[in-house]
C-alpha cells in the first residue's frame, strides 16, 4: 500500500513539474540519433517557432543514471525553447548496462547535433545542461572534448570541442570517493544494481584531473553531503585553473531542481539567473558570479 501511494504522489509531481505549455516552440519526439541502436538511441528535439536559435543546450536527464523517461522533462525543456534556445533531451539506457555504454550513447547524440544543423535548426553555441547523477557523466563528456590528455588515457575517440559552457545541478562528481563515503541510500542501491566498484569508478572524471574545462553554472544544496562537499571541491579546481564559474548555493533548501517550474520566488530567480548565464556564453566569455538563497 505504502508503495503504491508513493506512486501515486510522484505522478501528482510530475503532472505539476511537466504542467507547462509550449507558447513559441514545437517539440520533434523520438528523433533516431544513431540509427545502430534505434531502440534506445532516441531524443525530443525542442526549437524555438519563427525565430532564430539563441544556443543549443544538450540536456542529460538524471535519475540515478537512466532512471527518468526523457519526457518527465519536457516542461523545462519547452520553456528554455520558447525562451529561443534549442533543446535536444536524448535517451541513453540505464546504468544496469554499464556506464561506459552510457557515455558511448551521450557521445553519438552529440555527435549526432553536430552533423544535422539543418535538421536541429541551429548551428551556434552548444552548452550541456544537466541534473544529478546525468551531470557526472556531463563532466566527463566535457573532459573527453576538451582535454586531449585525458582522451587519450581514456582510449575514446571523439571530435574536440563540443561544449562551450555547462550548468550542472546537485550532482555527486567523484563517483569513487562517494562509494567509499557515506552516500544517500538510494544512489548507494541504485550504483549496486549498476555493480559499480571503486575501482570501476576510479579513472572516471575526478576533480583531480580537470586541467581544462568550460564556463559552467553550478547549483546545489549547502547543507546536503556529499553533493555539498563535492560541488565546492569541483569548483575549486575550476577557480584554480582559471575558469569562470557562476556558484549557486542554497543555504536553507534544495534549489529547485530545473525542471520544477513550480511558480515560486526561488525557481523564477533560478531561471533569470541560468538566462543570465547562457546569454554571457553566447556573447563571449562570463563573469564570475556567487550567488546564495
Given amino acids: 500500500m505504502k508503495g503504491v501511494l508513493l506512486q501515486l504522489k510522484n505522478r501528482i509531481k510530475d503532472l505539476f513539474r511537466n504542467g507547462y505549455h509550449a507558447r513559441n516552440s514545437i517539440c520533434i519526439k523520438n528523433v533516431i540519433y544513431d ?16 525565430k532564430e536559435s539563441r544556443a543549443v543546450i544538450f540536456y542529460i536527464k538524471g535519475g540515478l543514471f537512466g532512471g527518468v523517461a526523457k519526457s518527465r522533462r ?7 525553447a520558447d525562451r529561443g534556445y534549442t533543446v535536444f533531451v536524448p535517451e ?3 546504468g544496469s548496462e554499464g ?8 557521445l553519438k547524440a552529440e555527435s549526432w547535433l553536430k552533423r544535422n544543423p539543418q535538421q536541429v535548426g541551429a548551428s551556434g553555441k552548444m552548452l550541456i545542461f544537466a541534473e544529478t547523477t546525468g551531470a557526472a557523466l556531463a ?3 566535457i573532459l573527453l572534448k576538451r582535454d586531449t590528455a585525458y582522451r587519450s588515457a581514456r582510449g575514446i575517440e571523439t571530435t574536440p570541442i563540443g561544449f562551450h559552457g555547462a ?14 563515503g557515506k552516500l544517500p541510500r538510494a544512489l548507494r542501491k541504485h550504483l549496486d544494481q549498476w555493480n559499480a566498484s571503486t575501482e570501476d569508478l576510479g579513472g572516471i572524471a575526478p576533480t583531480s584531473k580537470i586541467t581544462t ?28 585553473i582559471g575558469i569562470p564559474i557562476w556558484e549557486y548555493c542554497a543555504s536553507y533548501r534544495n534549489p529547485p531542481v530545473n525542471w ?34
Fill in 167 to 180: 550548468v550542472l545541478f546537485s550532482s555527486v562528481w567523484d563517483l569513487d570517493k562517494a562509494l567509499a
Fill in 74 to 80: 519536457r516542461g523545462y525543456a519547452a520553456r528554455l
Fill in 213 to 240: 574545462f568550460v564556463p559552467t553554472f553550478v547549483a546545489y544544496n549547502a547543507r546536503v553531503e556529499p553533493v555539498n562537499r563535492q560541488s565546492k571541491a569541483l569548483l575549486s579546481r575550476l577557480r584554480s
Fill in 92 to 94: 541513453y539506457g540505464e
Fill in 139 to 141: 563532466v566527463e563528456l
Fill in 99 to 106: 556506464y561506459e555504454a552510457c557515455l558511448n550513447r551521450l
Fill in 35 to 50: 540509427d545502430g541502436d534505434a531502440e534506445i538511441c532516441r531524443g525530443d528535439l525542442y526549437t524555438p517557432e519563427g
Fill in 260 to 293: 520544477q517550474l513550480d511558480g515560486s520566488e526561488l525557481s523564477e530567480l533560478l531561471n533569470r539567473d541560468v538566462d543570465a548565464f547562457v546569454e554571457q556564453i553566447t556573447e563571449g566569455r562570463p563573469s564570475p558570479k556567487y550567488i546564495e538563497i
